[in-house]
């Protein structure tokens, strides 16, 4: 008997096809619901879901692409990765990390153009799609958004922690690989150094713009938001806020830009339904979410 991957939800994205499995040429939606590591706040493992729900009550169109997901190229929804509880979170990580593994299985990513926009979960959850991406694209960018450089080798013993994703794909970059981050206002001297030393950080939100729109049109892009990214005064509902963050017009201009450039996967991570009551949180994630799904619409073909 074939072990079960995915779990599916009360409620699929609004707008969302059901798929067991990822569909070639199109956008897959899956989540990815573990907080195993997180040192700070826990909650992130219910955000999938949360974001579903609201989709359901916000309106379906984006002023600021204009383009509607009712109208736009169909997606899909393959529920959530399985994510064990057996009290030993690296082995819990590394079973959800097998069951992505299963699910991708031999499949083409740049052949097939199999698209995967990612809800955390906290940010180590990423690891397991960024690096099956950079093996696919040996020209891929990533572009890291986050309060937090997620530089450090390990922390508090562990290597793939959430402050430690980006170092661990790191690990996974070829020659032809690129790293661009923004909005990092946090982290050790030794981060800082290291980012000085690699340019790996934009200087401002028009640099990381330019640096966008730069880029060859079909040069694949893999976009990491974590949403500390923003000021927790407009999303406070992460495990681990920081002050001097970035708004929401930020993420719209860089949305605007990505809009017309080849991204291949996105995933939005740690998103703490229950650190913000008011549920003002999830809206506004919700709300980056479906900016993005917009964002991977092509006009010609199928290829979302
Ligand atoms: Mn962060």
Redesign the pocket.
Known sequence: MTEALLHLPKRLYRTARPALQPQLHSLNMIGFGFDGTACFRKGTAIAPDAIRMVASDIESYSPYLELDLEETTPFYDLGNLIVGQSGDPHQDFLAANARFSALAGSLDFAGDGIKFLTLGGE?SISYPFITRYLQAFPDLVLLHL???A?LRDEYQGYHYS??SIIRRCLDHFGPGHQLLQFGIR?GTKDEYAWMREHQTLASSLDAFVAFIEGLPARCPIYLTL?L??FDPAFLPG?G?P?PGGQDFFSFVRIVQALRHKNMVAADVV?LSPPVDATGNSDVFATKVVRELILAFHRESGNDQ
């Open positions: 940010h986050d309060a937090h997620d959430h402050a946090s974590d500390d990214y992460t681990t920081e740690e």
